[in-house]
Antibody
């Protein structure tokens, strides 16, 4: 069974840095791209970016590029989402998911993590 | 940028009724690149349909998807109590690479 287990909720101050994680199990970690999705309180889903765990190749939504970094450590089957300087507007639930459909043209989000709630407040 | 517009915003129906949810794209989307998700309160989204009309693993056959080009539909043939949730469509291939509709809330009448 494919499982994505995300790190726990975080409370941070504006300007803080943060890295949250998503650990895959039950499948060959390098076989499926991983993507990150933001959901602000009471709002819809927004695609942030994706990474190929086999070679760390990434694509970002232009709306998030430069503000977040997606990385991976395939030795421990874990993908990360990182901020160097958080803003209050980063307060949201963040989900990781595997991408289905095959490689670079994977078009759907197949298995989802449970979400990590990030709260940024002074 | 491909914008997905879902309608209606809220759909009020009773268990046993048929639900029809619409997703309209601002530009043509390949059917192979259109997916639907269900999200219940406090839960992560769950993949329902991919390739516009293929059910994901474990999804009951009362869920069906159809459409092509710019118009796609998710149909739930007979609503069960557990089907009341928010539904999102999602496309791949535009700019940004992936985008979601704003969601349709299916609520109990």
């Amino acid at each position: 069974e494919v499982q994505l287990v995300q790190s726990g909720a975080e409370v941070k101050k504006p300007g803080d840095s943060l890295r949250i994680s998503c650990k895959g199990s039950g499948y060959s970690f390098t076989s499926y791209w991983i993507t990150w999705v933001r959901q602000m309180p009471g709002k819809g889903l927004e695609w942030m970016g994706r990474i190929d765990p086999s070679d760390s190749y990434t694509n970002y939504n232009p709306s998030f590029q430069g503000h977040v970094t997606i990385s991976t450590d395939k030795s421990i089957s874990t993908t990360y989402l990182q901020w160097t300087s958080l803003k209050a507007s980063d307060t949201a639930m963040y989900y990781c998911a595997t991408l289905g459909g095959g490689g670079f043209t994977s078009s759907w989000m197949r298995d989802w993590g449970q979400g990590t709630l990030v709260t940024v407040s002074s | 940028e491909i914008v997905l517009t879902q309608s209606p915003g809220t759909l009020s129906l009773s268990p046993g009724e048929r639900a029809t949810l619409s997703c309209r794209a601002s530009q043509s989307v390949s059917s192979s690149n259109l997916a639907w998700y269900q999200q219940k309160p406090g839960q992560a989204p769950r993949l329902l349909m991919y390739g516009a009309s293929s059910r994901a693993t474990g999804i009951p056959d009362r869920f069906s998807g159809s459409g092509s080009g710019t118009d796609f539909t998710l149909t739930i043939s007979r609503l069960e109590p557990e089907d009341f949730a928010v539904y999102y469509c999602q496309q791949y291939g535009g700019s940004p690479l992936y985008s979601f509709g704003q969601g349709t809330k299916l609520e109990i009448k």
